[in-house]
């Protein structure tokens, strides 16, 4: 089998995975994407195939209990697709989700393309290229049974473990917030738990964005203006149950919420 094949057969099947709601124990050998890059082609052929359009983007495995969890040394960039975008307050199925969590994410909108370099974007480039900061709650899933042992390449060609995007209201304000002390507030059914803090986001979530820039440049990928990258949970995932509201409040950039169902 060709390697442009595998990647093809390998993308067909976790499209329909993807669309069906449905998972595996993982991909069979003959199409196994065994490199980041096979992984990445995989993705971007399940990105063509999509009926649905880019949205953004996303980014697994921003801290280091992250990286150990799914076992990648690490992070991992996966696309976000227009059909799982929902708006603040939405309610979201859990339906045969395996993973059951919430992330509590800072998002990033983008004014203008960041097309790929031959050299890396720095932050202070990456931050002008934005155009403002919408507070956002990731619900994500596998289409791995056991994800945790899937290996990075599984895992990218696998969006990151991309699902449902609940994306906050915009703040435009956003360039004097400090992202790596001030606390996210977040609540579960009313109650206080864990805050969140960017600075659990790779030290800091404009340093995520950064990496995910030079990640899609170092495939010839460009961001495009009008997308947004959501930049990894800033605190432990919230393991959440049908009936279950979570609330995020990140202060001066808003607040964003979701029920489970």
Not at 92 to 120: K, Q
Request: charged residues 20%.
């Amino acid at each position: 089998m060709s390697t442009a094949e595998k990647i093809d057969q390998a993308a067909n099947a976790l499209l329909t995975m993807w669309q069906q709601r449905t998972r595996c124990d993982g991909l069979p050998q003959s199409y196994r994407p065994s490199s980041r890059a096979e992984g990445y082609a995989v993705q971007q052929s399940i990105g063509e195939k999509q009926q649905h359009a880019l949205f953004g983007w996303k980014i697994a495995a921003t801290s280091v209990e992250g990286q150990r969890h799914i076992a990648v040394n690490g992070p991992l960039a996966g696309r976000l697709f227009t059909d799982r975008v929902l708006r603040d307050g939405a309610s979201v199925t859990l339906d045969n989700n395996l993973m059951r969590v919430a992330e509590i994410e800072f998002a990033f909108r983008f004014a203008r393309t960041l097309p790929p370099l031959t050299r890396p974007y720095v932050v202070n480039e990456v931050l002008e290229a934005v155009a403002c900061v919408q507070p956002s709650i990731e619900v994500p899933d596998s289409r791995y049974n056991d994800f945790v042992k899937a290996g990075e390449a599984q895992l990218i060609a696998d969006n990151a473990c991309a699902n449902v995007f609940v994306l906050g209201p915009r703040a435009d304000d956003w360039q004097d917030f400090d992202y790596v002390n001030q606390a996210v507030a977040v609540r579960l059914n009313g109650e206080t738990v864990e805050s969140g803090f960017g600075r659990n986001v790779l030290g800091d979530p404009r340093v995520a964005l950064t990496w995910l820039v030079n990640e899609l440049s170092s495939l010839g990928i460009a961001c495009e203006a009008g997308q947004v990258v959501t930049t990894g949970t800033c605190r432990v995932p919230v393991t959440v149950k049908p009936g279950d509201v979570v609330e995020a409040d990140f202060g001066v950039l808003g607040k964003v919420s979701c029920r489970f169902n």
